[in-house]
């Protein structure tokens, strides 16, 4: 089942949600068939609720009062759930005057946060990237994404930005999900496109959107 909106109202970027925490649980679940990796995922929680009415899809509340990123949230968040791999339990807040960056992801009060800085959707599916490293990527499998990489860890400070597991996945499920295809440069540093579309099907066990 597609996300399905389950209102219909949005709320300005001014206006403060008030968020009821939830806490995570981390449960383990077998290998997946498809990807042979290690997973664990969050256990069931219910959906985020507001005091102001918001926009709510499939339990990831998007902050915006522009239908268009909406429809850019939403888009993406369907390209996650067909691939059998839903985003949950995460806020998207679209701050476009109010940050430097282009997007980030952070953890706050028992669920993800994705702040969206430039409207961008490559941007979108690779902050998107980090919820789903988070919720489904074992450190098993985090170890073998960085030998298969070539990297020199998964995160720090010490590692240069590219050279970090973590952007490697996002940037890698941006190059799966997107309708076309690009290769950015710090993609290209560490392989050439057969390799990976080979690392992105060993993580979502299926080929990238754009070559079906």
């Known amino acids: 089942m597609l996300y399905a909106r389950t209102t219909a109202a949005v709320v300005a ?22 990807t042979g990796i290690e997973t664990r995922t969050a256990a069931p929680i219910e959906p985020l609720e507001s005091v102001d009415p918001i926009e709510v899809i499939a339990g990831v509340r998007i ?10 949230a939403q888009t993406a968040l369907e390209k996650f759930e067909r691939l059998g791999w839903p985003i949950t339990n995460t806020e998207i807040r679209f701050e476009i005057d109010g940050c430097e960056h282009r997007g980030y992801h952070s953890f706050e009060r028992g669920h993800h946060v994705v702040v969206m800085c430039k409207a961008w959707a ?18 098993e499998a985090r170890r073998e994404l960085v030998e298969r990489r070539g990297l020199e860890g998964w995160a720090g400070d010490d590692i240069a930005w590219a050279a ?29 496109y057969r390799t990976l579309i080979e690392d992105f ?8 959107i754009h070559i079906g």
């Open 13 to 34: 970027l001014a206006i403060a949600a008030v968020i009821t925490p939830q806490a995570i649980d981390a449960v383990e679940r077998p290998n997946d068939a498809r």
């Open 63 to 72: 902050i915006s009062d522009d239908a268009d990123q909406i429809e850019m």
């Open 164 to 192: 970090r597991g973590t952007e490697q996945v996002a940037e890698l499920i941006a190059f799966g999900l997107q309708d076309g295809k690009h290769i950015p440069p710090h993609l290209a540093a560490h392989s050439d």
């Open 122 to 139: 490559w941007t979108m599916l690779h902050e998107l990237g980090h919820v789903w490293s988070d919720l489904y990527l074992g450190d």
């Open 201 to 208: 099907e060993w993580l979502f066990g299926v080929p990238p």
